[in-house]
């Protein structure tokens, strides 16, 4: 299994990002995929979720402004990020697993497969 994301860079605050998490070995649609991220100093924090069941979960600081999707053709996530903030400002990781019950959605040791991070940088 495989996770790779991209997407990552620098942008003003207010603007926008996509971020891609491509899979190998992953049915995506089949498995809980999520997005994480971690700022220096913190921990790691949970930012969306979708599940198999196509439903997705958001970081309330995040709701209205991020979208998770997936592509079950590619095997692939995306994280829409539009008017970002520099609280944003982190390293984003994705993850999976087919496990993953709902109530243990935010927890990243609940995952088992996680992509290398792209960082992700809001100036203000």
């Known amino acids: 299994v495989q996770l790779q994301a991209s997407g990552g860079g620098l942008v003003q605050a207010g603007g926008s990002l996509r971020l891609s998490c491509a899979t190998s070995?992953?049915?995506?649609?089949?498995?809980?995929m999520a997005w994480f991220r971690q700022a220096p100093g913190k921990e790691r924090e949970f930012v969306a979720a979708i599940r198999w069941t196509g439903t997705s979960h958001y970081l309330d600081s995040v709701k209205g402004r991020f979208t998770i999707s997936r592509d079950n053709a590619k095997n692939t996530i995306y994280l829409q990020m539009n008017n970002l903030k520099p609280e944003d400002t982190a390293v984003y990781y994705c993850?999976?697993?087919?496990?993953?019950?709902?109530?243990?959605?935010?927890?990243?040791?609940?995952?088992?497969?996680w992509g290398q991070g792209t960082q992700v940088t809001v100036s203000s």
């Open positions: 993850a999976g697993d087919q496990g993953v019950i709902l109530s243990q959605l935010k927890v990243p040791h609940e995952y088992d497969y």
């Open positions: 070995g992953v049915t995506v649609n089949r498995y809980t």
